[in-house]
């Protein structure tokens, strides 16, 4: 069974520039969630997908993130425009519904703002 | 709102021997779940271990087991006989039974495996 996976690995970008990430879920997981973890920091949750509606986004910093899964199936994260603090791993997940208690977690996109 | 605290950062082990890390949370609900999730450097996380609130019985994994204090908010992992390849950042994490089933992690314990 294929596991999370995420792309970019890595990225480097200046500040006030855009960025987008990609996740694609196990399949068959209708549940997809984007973590934040900063540096020294346990991951926050951003949004939660179940299919291709929103569960839970009260974390995401709405002026400036943004997060789509239209199919219900993978997802974008973006980020417009960046700042210096948002420099951290974001981590996508999913499960295979949200009553389900494990999630499995992709390898992380890493982000440094400069 | 429910927290998860870590209040061990850092953690050091001999190889072969046992080490505890500790976990508390706070929150007003009864039934809930409990994780330990285990992130290695430079990889992706995993589950190690999980707790029904509603079970009273303690969970085991192999060398992995939790003690879990329903009434004193405490979910401790135990891992035995460690091995180098326990070295990680390890995370305790709730998830509420019901409602929008967001996980909340503490700040994570560094474990250090010598040799």
């Known amino acids: 069974e294929a596991g999370v996976a995420q792309s970019p690995r890595y990225k480097i970008i200046e500040k006030r520039q855009s960025v987008a990430f990609w996740c694609n879920p196990i399949s068959g997981h209708a549940t997809l969630y984007w973590y934040q973890q900063i540096l020294g920091q346990g991951p926050k949750l951003l949004i939660q997908f179940q299919n291709n509606g929103v569960v839970d986004d009260s974390q995401l910093p709405k002026d400036r993130f943004s997060a789509e899964r239209l199919k219900g199936v993978d997802s974008t994260l973006k980020i417009q425009p960046a700042k210096l603090e948002d420099s951290a791993v974001y981590l996508c997940a999913s499960s295979l519904d949200r009553r389900r208690e494990t999630q499995y977690f992709g390898p992380g996109t890493r982000l440094l703002v400069l | 709102a429910q927290t998860v605290t870590q209040s061990q950062p850092e953690m050091s082990v001999q190889e072969a021997e046992t080490v505890t890390l500790s976990c508390t949370y706070d929150?007003?609900?009864?039934?809930?779940?409990l994780f330990w999730y285990k992130q290695p450097p430079s990889r992706q996380m995993i589950l190690v271990i999980r707790?029904?609130?509603?079970?009273?019985q303690n969970a085991t994994e192999n060398r992995f087991s939790v003690n879990f204090q329903k009434a004193a908010k405490s979910f401790s992992l135990k891992i035995s006989d460690s091995q180098l390849g326990d070295a990680a950042m390890y995370f305790c994490a709730y998830r509420r039974h019901s409602g929008t089933y967001k996980y909340i992690f503490g700040t994570g314990t560094r474990l250090k495996v010598l040799a």
């Open positions: 929150t007003s609900e009864s039934d809930y779940y």
């Open positions: 707790q029904e609130a509603y079970k009273q």
